[in-house]
């Protein structure tokens, strides 16, 4: 005796066949695509090993890579991908080699010297993009940034913070602000300036304060007594906010990420800061010596 299947049994059974495929897609579409570990994704640590601060030639189109400290993690100048120049812009840009010192060099690190100088040479992708001349710039791996958006930035000249951010600023530190004025300020409301506190009976301090809403976060410069050279060397005792420049200014999960130029007498330091906490840590730092 043969068994055999109700028509009905039939129709039920292609049914839910048909249906379970559909389901079956439905969730593989929606499973959102991620890339390394998920507790790794999108965190927006920024590593020193991702990044390589440089600056541009007389044309703007040639960028040349800084060697850092060689007893520190460097990136492979082949993985840099992208560069991230004021105010938080990005262009693409490709390897080309590592160019040696030549002999004509002067030791400056700027656009007059650049063909002289020694580092990793690199041209900007699209002869139509064009960068500053002498600029100082951030270059950056394919993921360095994963995670993180540019905040738009505008630089201010005579700005300063309000009466109310100032008190706060005193009351966290715990000390008199004698000067201070406005770097830069984002359009979701951020202010970044600067800071100098009365001395009292400790060393000179100055800070780098990113204000925002109830956030304070600091970057501390502790000067010294020397009147010709607080700060920097041959600063003439003088620090403002005028001394300083913003690559760029980034948000991702970790917080607030900083591209600082501090310029001084005899050259520029470039850090890059991101928030851990309430407080800055330094993720990469190189600086040019441009003494003329």
């Known amino acids: 005796m043969k068994f055999q299947i109700p028509p009905s049994l039939i129709s039920l059974m292609l049914s839910v066949a048909v249906f379970a495929s559909f389901t079956?897609?439905?969730?593989?579409?929606?499973a959102p695509k991620t890339s390394g570990?998920?507790?790794?994704?999108?965190?927006?640590?920024?590593?020193?090993?991702?990044?390589?601060?440089?600056?541009?030639?007389?044309?703007g189109q040639k960028?040349?890579?800084?060697?850092?400290?060689?007893?520190?993690?460097?990136?492979?100048?082949?993985?840099?991908?992208?560069?991230?120049?004021?105010?938080?812009?990005?262009?693409?840009?490709?390897?080309?080699?590592?160019?040696?010192?030549?002999?004509?060099?002067?030791?400056?690190?700027?656009a007059n010297n650049f063909i002289n100088d020694e580092g990793e040479l690199f041209k900007v992708k699209n002869a139509a993009n064009k960068l500053s001349s002498d600029a100082s710039v951030l270059l950056a791996t394919k993921n360095a940034f994963q995670g993180h958006t540019f905040l738009s930035l505008k630089t201010v000249h005579k700005g300063k913070f309000s009466s109310k951010t100032v008190q706060a600023i005193e009351k966290a530190?715990?000390?008199?602000?004698?000067?201070?004025?406005?770097?830069?300020?984002?359009a979701s409301g951020a202010e970044i300036g600067l800071v100098e506190f009365a001395k009292g009976g400790g060393k000179p301090l100055a800070s780098l304060v990113l204000a925002d809403?109830?956030?304070?976060?600091?970057?501390?410069?502790?000067?010294?007594?020397?009147?010709?050279?607080?700060?920097?060397?041959?600063?003439?005792?003088?620090?403002?906010?005028?001394?300083?420049?913003?690559?760029?200014?980034?948000?991702?999960?970790?917080?607030?990420?900083?591209?600082?130029?501090?310029?001084?007498p005899e050259g520029t330091n470039l850090t890059v800061l991101q928030q851990k906490g309430s407080k800055f840590r330094v993720v990469t730092e190189n600086g040019r010596y441009q003494v003329p």
């Open 63 to 110: 960028i040349l890579g800084l060697l850092g400290d060689p007893d520190k993690n460097h990136p492979s100048p082949k993985t840099l991908t992208s560069v991230i120049y004021a105010p938080g812009k990005q262009f693409g840009v490709s390897y080309v080699k590592h160019q040696a010192r030549s002999s004509k060099s002067n030791g400056r690190q700027n």
């Open 173 to 186: 530190k715990n000390r008199k602000v004698v000067n201070h004025g406005l770097v830069a300020t984002t």
């Open 37 to 59: 570990p998920p507790s790794a994704a999108h965190s927006g640590e920024l590593k020193g090993n991702e990044l390589m601060f440089g600056y541009t030639d007389q044309t």
């Open 24 to 30: 079956t897609v439905s969730a593989a579409q929606a």
């Open 213 to 264: 809403k109830n956030l304070l976060l600091f970057e501390d410069f502790i000067g010294n007594n020397d009147s010709q050279s607080t700060w920097r060397v041959d600063d003439g005792g003088e620090i403002s906010a005028e001394n300083f420049g913003l690559l760029f200014v980034s948000r991702s999960k970790t917080g607030y990420a900083l591209g600082v130029e501090w310029y001084g």
